[in-house]
């Protein structure tokens, strides 16, 4: 008899509702294998046998040749248990097994859904296919997944689609070895699947009354993979602005779908990494230069770049196909709210927005919002981390021995589970600024919780107390670790790229709360996982009015004139303001002055994001804004590619740190625009110096014995010409630069930082 040989694999990662049985199969039955695999409690495992030479092979092609939407962490392989597989009974899909349980240190991974593959696009258009113009079309490849599950091991009868029986033919694929929707579990057609609806109307006539709504100039609600999304005519300015108006989004840039790449390439240019990200499995949306102005001023008011992204479903393929021209389709929610997912909830929140509702029965498990990238250089960084991106997993530098969550902060607010040597990071959930935000929150947690079978046994937390994720974070009843605002910001960079070692931390964002009580926000920090040191910062300036400040950036701009920190430079001459403080309210800006002099309700703050604000208000971009880092936004835009020459600056040696005195930068700025310089020149100049001055303020940390390695966080890195500048000058100095790309810069990625650092205090103690 043949030498045999038999083993027992084990396959952690993203293993479930990728087709990484079916995969399996393939690759035993072609090696002759004998054996099974099976789902279970998050992770593929099975038993092979055959001959040596055949088991080998079958163990090494597991990690090298998984399907595209896999992502094989871990194979363990051991000695079969008992009887190995009989000879010649060939290789067989077991039933999930429920009752196994999670190794420690192994949170089941969810996969993220997956936008339609080409094999189905091209089915959906084949009128002699039988899923010829069917909208939820889907096999192995593509389709829905981490919003439809409702538990794992992942099977058909724990997602959505248990309420949809599969026909005889879709049954016959789905146990076919040979059938690319062999055991996908979202599998559907047109007789047995989910069906589209328009009020009383069904399938293609549905379908129809949506398209006419939008060619005549309607605003419809389409009910997504995530959520309910609004969608009109992206070249109709009176259906923008009406959508704007019934939105309460004044001028924040909406979301454009188009129908393939070529029709990017009409509206904006992309370089090769843009063309790549847009058309890969994620569909994310890509902030791209707009090209022509082929679409409403409306979409994306007073800024150069565009968001575009392509299909996700055969839903949004059908519309582009029907409407032929590009489509608004933006999240299905009030500014400021959890984007609508349940039909009636739908009904009620966007009756005063949408004229109509293009809706389906497949219920939708989770709210995810479409994920939002962009590209600098050969990066691409995570604007918002969503869908087809979140919830999969991230490694973890320090493994946590306890499992743990990282609350977040209070805007862009994410959370993470980490347990042992991974975290799971949530989909974006918007703004934690009300009950309703809070409740989409502990909904998200609880299910993820659940999902990834992660009970947390401490939760680290902002020190901020009125942040509502703080507060949500002092109501459990869990040991709690507080991790400051910017360590989390610059340890999220370090956890992402592998980081346990020291390094310098470049912390840029609008407002966090230090750890001396003040607000932060332009911090130069030397630190690793567990702590940090501030060894340099930008001047305070006061917030006149608090919050008020933060919407109103001209009275930031009157903060900086009256009131930066006394550190040795003149306050500039009142004839360089008067330009400025001609075109503001008199009367207001005399009360704003009251305050900045008297101390009253302006809260101090060494904020880059604020200065931001702040010049762009002495340059006329932004006097008051709808949403967070508007006016920023338009300094970049303004300052474009423009070569310039930088401002005055200055850094001071204050109490152990050094200290970049802005005074000097805005004297400068208005007396060159007193000369006639225009905007955008002084607009790139302020980006070179605010470069120029982190440089030296990292350098003079290197020197004093800080690591050459720098983290680069925080809001104002989003800013492309601000990362692109104070990069290329780091890296001229000989330094390691990193930034987070799988996780936002900003505020999204908080909560993966302070999980991060929390993860590394535990294994400390």
Known sequence: MPERSALRFEVFGTVQGVGFRPFVYRLASSLGLDGWAANTEGHVRGEVAGSPRAVLEFTARLRTGAPALARVRQVRVTAVRGRPPIPASGFVIRRSDTDRAVPPGSPREIPPDAAICAACLSELLDPDDRRFRYPFINCTDCGPRATVIEDLPYDRIRTTMRRFPLCADCAAEYGDPTDRRFHAEPLACPACGPQ??????GGEAALRAAVKAVESGDIVAVKGLGGYQLVCDATDQAAVEALRERKHRPVKPFAVMVQDLG????????????????GSAVRPVVLLEARHPGLAPAVHPGIRRVGLFLPTTGLHHLLLRELARPLVV????????PIATDDAEAHRTLATVADGFLAHDRPIRARYDDSVVHAVGRSVLTVRRARGLAPAPLPLPVATPTPLVGAGAQLKHTFTLAAGQGAQLSPHGGDLADVTAMDAFTHAYDDLVRLADVTPRVVAHDLHPGYLSTQWARSQPLPRIPVQHHHAHVAACA??????????????????LGDDGTLWGGEILVADLTGYRRVGRFATAPLPGGEAAVRHPHRMALGYLHGTELLGSPRPYPWLTKPFTDRLDPDEAA?????????????????AGRLFDAVASLLGLADSVSYEGEAAAALEDAAGTVRALPLDHRLVRVDGLWVYDPAPTLIDLLD???SGEGVPALAAAFHVTLALVTVEQVARAVADGAPPTVCLAGGCFLNRRLLTEVSRRLRAQGLRVLTGEAVPV???GISYGQAAVAAARLARE
């Open 196 to 201: 589209l609806s328009w009020g009383a109307l």
């Open 263 to 278: 029709a990017v390439g009409e509206l904006a240019r992309m370089s090769r990494t843009e063309r790549s990200v847009l």
């Open 330 to 337: 933006t999240s299905g929610n009030l500014a400021g709210e």
């Open 495 to 512: 956890a992402e790229h592998g980081l346990s070692t020291p390094f310098v931390g470049v912390a840029y964002d609008g407002l966090g």
């Open 591 to 607: 009360v704003v002055r009251a305050m900045v002099a008297r101390g009253i309700n302006s809260p101090r703050a060494s904020s």
């Open 672 to 674: 060159r625009q007193h």
């Open 746 to 748: 900003g505020d999204g």
